[in-house]
């Protein structure tokens, strides 16, 4: 045998080796994106959303409560559940934050004011050069 012919059945090793590993590197790849990435992802949105938590937020527990904090503590939320009772629960018992689709946010709700008196001046006057 000569030498060429070592260096071509070498080869031709490797490249069977590379095209046997190729489908478990693609499996591995598609596992990342479509699995641990928006795991990762959605952990750290609970995480921020878990720090953010206020007196006055309306939430959701992981056991299916809904109420509205009434302190916060380090690790503890109580939670108002009805006039006279609140529950004491853990930051990681806080499955969501309610956000009401029907309210605006305080500075929305001042441009909104400012518009609504805008279009109200607006009005007042084309209704007074109609006038005229």
């Not at 503590?73 to 939670?79: L, T, Y």
């Not at 018992?93 to 109200?120: C, G, L, N, R």
């Amino acid at each position: 045998m000569s030498f060429v012919s070592l260096l071509q059945a070498g080869a031709s090793t490797t490249s069977n080796f590379a095209m046997s590993v190729m489908p478990f590197v693609l499996i591995i790849i598609i596992f990342y994106f479509f699995i641990i990435r928006p795991q990762n992802k959605k952990q750290k949105e609970t995480e921020q959303m878990l720090k953010a938590l206020k007196k006055g937020d309306k939430v959701i527990t992981i056991g299916g409560i809904h109420g509205v904090i009434s302190s916060v503590k380090e690790n503890v939320v109580v939670v108002k559940v009805d006039d006279n009772a609140k529950i004491e629960f853990t930051r990681s018992a806080i499955a969501t934050v309610v956000v009401d689709k029907h309210a605006e946010p305080a500075k929305d709700k001042k441009a909104a004011k400012e518009e609504k008196k805008e279009a109200a001046d607006t009005a007042a006057a084309d209704s007074s050069t109609e006038n005229k």
